[in-house]
């Protein structure tokens, strides 16, 4: 006798993920939701405009869970289509960056380990969490780890005009590019209301801690506090550039002088020539307005490491 579902599932893959890797991910996930009794509708569209419609109709049929499989940009379309509704986003990341995966606790690098973890926490109540609302021409998007609106979205605008080489290669060549390039940018924020003016190399705002694959610029930022945390780089040489990302890598960086944090419900940020990136997604140029929204999102993932301090 089989077994009865317990679940309605949603499963979204990417079609383009890891060169097309996420095809057979997907359907290993298909498969082990449903070898646990899960009732599961497998959606797999040629292109990830079609998959974004297929996947937001489903929604509005509130199944329990919507399942990403892919990478950072299937995840924020995930965020997009789940936030302020009762059904929970569940991650097997297959992309090469994977922060919000990072930041919620889920095996980033290991498909068949995040497969496994998402069948059992399918037995748990999700975990809610906040998100954070951006608001650019009177348009709203979400994203739920960080936003970037320095010389890390800088290097993302150089990444995505360039067509060689692929994959990660062409993130880092676009690095180096803007590296060579880098100068103070004038920004103009208002903290909580507070109005401030500037120079900066990096502007930052964390509902979660990493970006660019891992990289953890906001080690105290927390899912689940209401806040957000805002990270102000001054402006710096190339060399010091450099200097402070080595403090990154070793979590010191915010004990340096020209680092500051600062902890917000609601920030808005112009500069001139810079475009904003949310959980590695093209927002827009400035200025924008990134409020936090609690308790909006539900989320697939282990409670101690997704809310720990």
């Keep these: 006798m089989d077994p009865t579902p317990r679940r309605r599932v949603v499963v979204a893959i990417n079609p383009s993920a890891s060169s097309g890797r996420g095809r057979e991910v997907g359907d290993a996930v298909v498969d082990a939701l449903r070898a646990a009794g899960h009732d599961v509708v497998p959606l797999r569209e040629p292109t990830v405009e079609a998959l974004a419609a297929a996947a937001r109709a489903q929604v509005l049929t509130l199944p329990h869970a919507l399942v990403v499989v892919g990478g950072d940009g299937v995840v924020n379309l995930g965020v997009q289509l789940v936030v302020g509704v009762p059904v929970a986003l569940g991650i097997v990341p297959t ?3 994977n922060d919000m995966a990072r930041t919620l606790g889920l095996p ?5 380990a995040a497969t496994r973890l998402l069948v059992s926490l399918l037995e748990r109540p999700p975990l809610v969490v906040d998100a954070g609302k951006v608001t650019r021409d009177g348009e709203t998007s979400w994203f739920g780890c960080v936003l970037s609106a320095g010389f890390d979205a800088v290097v993302n605008e150089r990444t995505n005009r360039l067509r060689w080489p692929a994959g990660r290669r062409r993130y880092d060549l676009a690095l180096l590019i803007e590296l060579a390039r880098l ?7 208002e903290l909580d209301g507070v109005a401030r003016e500037v120079e900066g190399t990096l502007v930052t ?3 979660g801690r990493s970006f660019g694959g891992g990289t953890t610029v906001l080690p105290d930022a927390r899912l689940d506090d209401g806040l957000l945390d805002v990270l102000i780089v001054e402006p710096l040489g190339r060399l010091q550039f450099v200097g402070l990302f080595l403090k990154v890598a070793r979590g010191t960086h915010l004990a340096d002088p020209r680092v500051h944090v600062h902890r917000v419900r609601k920030v808005v940020i112009d500069s001139d020539d810079v475009v904003a990136y949310a959980d590695g997604e093209r927002v827009g140029s400035l200025p924008v307005t990134v409020e936090v929204a609690p308790g909006v999102l539900h989320v697939l993932a282990p409670a101690a490491a997704a809310l720990k301090a």
């Design 205 to 207: 705002v964390g509902n």
């Design 95 to 97: 992309g090469t960056g």
């Design 108 to 112: 980033h690098d290991d498909p068949e």
């Design 183 to 189: 100068r103070p940018l004038s920004y103009r924020l």
